[in-house]
Antibody, heavy 121, light 106 residues
Framework: QVLLVQSGGELKKPGASVKVSCKAS????????ITWVRQAPGQGLEWMGW????????DYAPKFQGRVTINADTSTSTAYMDLRSLRSDDTALYFC??????????????WGQGTLVTVSS | DIQMTQSPSSLSASVGDRVTITCQAS??????LNWYQQKPGKAPKLLIY???NLETGVPSRFSGNGSGTDFTFTISSLQPEDIGRYYC?????????FGGGTEVEI
């Protein structure tokens, strides 16, 4: 079965960087992209960006452009989300997700368990 | 960016009630609209994709409708396990955007 397993929670100071991993299993990694979505405490869902794991192409939300990098290691079927210059309002639960194959596009039927990133001095 | 306006932001209903949530897009998104359920601290769960298609394994009391800019999500008979937050999401254009969510309580 399709599984996305994320790395553990992180506590970071303002200005630092964080790198969250998402290890995929149960399917051919390069057949589907990986998307990152975050959720601040008590808030809604926010799309950050995605990577085409077949060719490495990425798209980022304008809000995060220049501060986020998403990449993937096809040898280990792992995607990474690197967020820099952390602020307190980056405190959130970060999810990776994959689409279902029978949808017209970005329908996320598979999700990681979430990684809590806390930014505090 | 395409804005997704979801309403109501919260609702309280009784077991067995019919519950409807609406989602309005700021521009035509055809049928590129999904609905998710989320429980606290958990990942969202896809319920409806492409506006009206029931995801595999999801109970038939959930349904979705609409196209263009106006969409509805319905629970035909609310069950205790349906409490949680529901979100719509468009994928007509990047950046992908979500509605603000609807908290469903019993």
């Amino acid at each position: 079965q399709v599984l996305l397993v994320q790395s553990g929670g992180e506590l970071k100071k303002p200005g630092a960087s964080v790198k969250v991993s998402c290890k995929a299993s149960g399917y051919t990694f390069t057949n589907y992209g990986i998307t990152w979505v975050r959720q601040a405490p008590g808030q809604g869902l926010e799309w950050m960006g995605w990577i085409n794991t077949n060719n490495g192409h990425t798209d980022y939300a304008p809000k995060f452009q220049g501060r986020v990098t998403i990449n993937a290691d096809t040898s280990t079927s792992t995607a990474y989300m690197d967020l820099r210059s952390l602020r307190s309002d980056d405190t959130a639960l970060y999810f990776c997700a994959r689409v279902i194959s029978y949808c017209g596009g970005d329908c996320f039927g598979y999700w990681g368990q979430g990684t809590l990133v806390t930014v505090s001095s | 960016d395409i804005q997704m306006t979801q309403s109501p932001s919260s609702l309280s209903a009784s077991v067995g009630d019919r519950v409807t949530i609406t989602c309005q897009a700021s521009q035509d998104i055809r049928n590129y609209l999904n609905w998710y359920q989320q429980k606290p601290g958990k990942a969202p769960k896809l319920l409806i994709y492409d506006a009206s298609n029931l995801e595999t394994g999801v109970p038939s009391r959930f349904s979705g409708n609409g196209s263009g800019t106006d969409f509805t999500f319905t629970i035909s008979s609310l069950q205790p396990e349906d409490i949680g937050r529901y979100y719509c999401q468009q994928y007509e254009n990047l950046p992908l955007t979500f509605g603000g969510g609807t908290e469903v309580e019993i």
